[in-house]
């Protein structure tokens, strides 16, 4: 049998020595403000902690490079939570990775250190090269790095045979320029870490409500009688959304959290920033907490929206009003009639069988529904990472359209994103499927004819890594070879190409799993101070409720090689399409020179970007425009589209549990920073899997015992995580949680979510076997 084993033992840290305690009750408070001083003093200066500390979320200082939580109207002094505080200066740290390092350490010595062992070497500080066959990165000069990829750019096939990877951390300026690049060069192959993310959120509202975005401000959260919070853990990913929810609860509202575990953050929430909230008790977050056995998100908002349409027939039959808005959906809404009645399909025993929830459970949060006149429903991965994420998040659109949640405040949709700048990149252009009008506004005013088949999205671009189909990778910050599933045939699809060249701030991973040529270029964060020839620059970036900003960063930067990621993908394009008679004549160097100028052409190409460069001064941006909110959509009928959509959950067989893959408090995505996951009480250790008791006794397992978690797919492979510990937890029944990315190599490439094709990361199906006594 074929057999999938990741078993670098490198991956395997050293200081894997698990203590269990329970998990939290609460989130933030003292501890939280201590811990991201701890790390922040262990990665640099005091000095420079101050520094980043200071400007962090400031108008006019550096955008928080953690998430793409929205800055409050009036931005407190501490505008940052404990991990926003942890990002900044894991970027910031004082080490520095040198070329005496890449001298001293081989590539395949390094393959074989754990993924927070890289990290903690330390910032890039200048341009390398690995040379066909050589063991070692040496140094190259960064003129002769340009030309190398201008060559082997230029003598492929076909510019298809290329793909050049976004991960969300990139800034407009730079991701504008680099898809104006790729497209003159001849491509749309942009994937991008959305693919792996959010993508199923965009397909599912890009489809019914004709925007691939949300539709609230956080205005809107602090107003809403009711907030609904489904397969997300803001404690950890989004720890500044909690002051918001908390601000609706002293309004008078009401939170409800839908999830497989019960999340610390979730439950309770001192806030820092508070007096109060850093000593008190802190305020009671969620009034309801539906524990939902995994990917059963789909069949809960079918049976509530039947339990709607039920409650509206009873008062209509009473001589009632009804409870549906009747109003919105004559005047907004198409698709009505067909999926009220597919929506009565679903029985209460299909509904208990697939969320593991009580009736009464379910009949109550009806209740809470029909008694709020405004409801919001914020989701993140929990719900993307299913392979039916996309109908699920359709159903939730249904849900909020029956009484009129949508467009009006208080109300809407709220896919909560993840990078600082993942929802910016989308809308410049960083997306292999850009619509046509797009791309005409994009050769029209750089005076080429950008090409119109559809690129690869990640999932795609493996398989034509793995194919001999794509020989040229760029990696444009991110981490691809460990963000993406099925570890193995990744990282086999990537020695596959020709060359790989990756811009990073840090080393990770994707440096030492390679092709046959690969490039380090090293690049200026967010924290570093950026001065070109016209003098400082700034860049800008788009948080998750469309609010557009500045971006400065403060610290000398980390090393004078470095190039500014603006820098590099000019001289990029320069190098490949300058030689070129076929190729438009635009002035790449000039945009390194002064970045307005790419602000200028944002502004005749992209919509909502008008006067970008007069509007950008304004402190804290502006906002873009959503039309949803004045009753435009944007889809084929131009009307908000309502959706049949066949009941669907993960059925597990006997012996299996379905696992997710998720984030621990101390890490950054594919960056473990530290080995502890404090709210769910786990020190020490990655390697673990969270279990409900009961079904680890069921199992035939104790809690401690250490097992290879195996994941069963129907292409017959085994793929295998070896040594894991269970852990008895609160989790839902059947369900199992352990961290990413760790466990991507269990995720075969195959098992991706209907229509967005993002992996499976969140629905699995494992099982578990005694682990073998390691020799000695
Ligand atoms: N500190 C920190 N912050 C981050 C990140 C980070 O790595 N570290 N990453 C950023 C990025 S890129 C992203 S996309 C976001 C991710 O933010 P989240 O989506 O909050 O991240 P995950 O850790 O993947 O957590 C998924 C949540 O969904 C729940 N869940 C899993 N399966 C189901 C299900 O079937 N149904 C329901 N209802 N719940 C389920 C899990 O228990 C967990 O609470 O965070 C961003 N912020
Ligand atoms: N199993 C599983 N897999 C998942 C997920 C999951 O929940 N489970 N989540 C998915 C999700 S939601 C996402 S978004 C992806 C994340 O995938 P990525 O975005 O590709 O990964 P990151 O870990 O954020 O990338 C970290 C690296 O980015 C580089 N970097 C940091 N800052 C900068 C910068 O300013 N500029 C440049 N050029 N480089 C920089 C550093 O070198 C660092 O090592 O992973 C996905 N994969
Ligand atoms: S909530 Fe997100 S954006 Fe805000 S400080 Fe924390 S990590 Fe940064
Ligand atoms: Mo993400």
Redesign the pocket.
Known sequence: MKRHKNGREGLVDPVDHLEVTPPKQYAAGIPAVRKAIEYSLSQTSPRRTALTLLAINQPGGIDC?GCAWPDPAHAHKNEYCENGAKHIND?ATSARVTREFFARHSIEELDGKSDWWL?QQGRLTEPMVKRPGATHYEPIAWAEAFDLIGRELNGLASPDESMF?V????NNEAAFLLQTFVRAFGTNNLPD??N??HESSGSALGETLGIGKGSVQLDDIYQADLVLVVGQNPGTNHPRMLSALEETKDRGGRVVAVNTLPEAGLIRFKNPQKPRGVIGKGTAIADDFLLIRPGGDLALFKMVNKLLLEADDASLAAGGPGVLDRDYIATYATGFEEFAEQARDITWEQALEATGLTRAAIESLVEQVLAAKSVIVCWA?GLT?HKHGVPTIREIVNFLMLRGNIGKPGAGVCPVR??SN?QGDRTMGIWERMPDPWLDALGKEFGFEPPRHHGVDSVEGVRAMRDGKAKVFVG?????V????DSDVTEAALRNCSLTVQ??????RSHTVVGETALILP?L??SDRDVQETGEQFVTVEDSMSAVHATRGKLPPASEHLLS?VAIISRMAAATLGPREDAPAIDWPAYERDYGLIRDHIAAVVPGFEEFNERIKEPKGFTLPNPVNSGVYRTATGRATFTGNHLEWLETPPGHLILQ???SHDQ????PYAMDDRYRGIHNARRIVMVNPDDIAELGFADGDVVDIVSIWKDGVERRAPRFTLVAYPASRGSAAAY??E??VL?PLDSVAEISNT?T??GVLVRFERAAVPEA
């Open positions: 490079p970027e990290n990877y991960s969300g951390r990139l870490c959305s792996m993310c991965m990472q993840g990078h993942v444009v910050a991110g981490n691809f460990r963000a993406m599933s811009v990073s701030t840090k080393l990770n690049t964060g967010r990621e893959s998720l984030r950054w995505n594919t960056i990413y990315p466990t991507n995720v992996p990361s969140k």
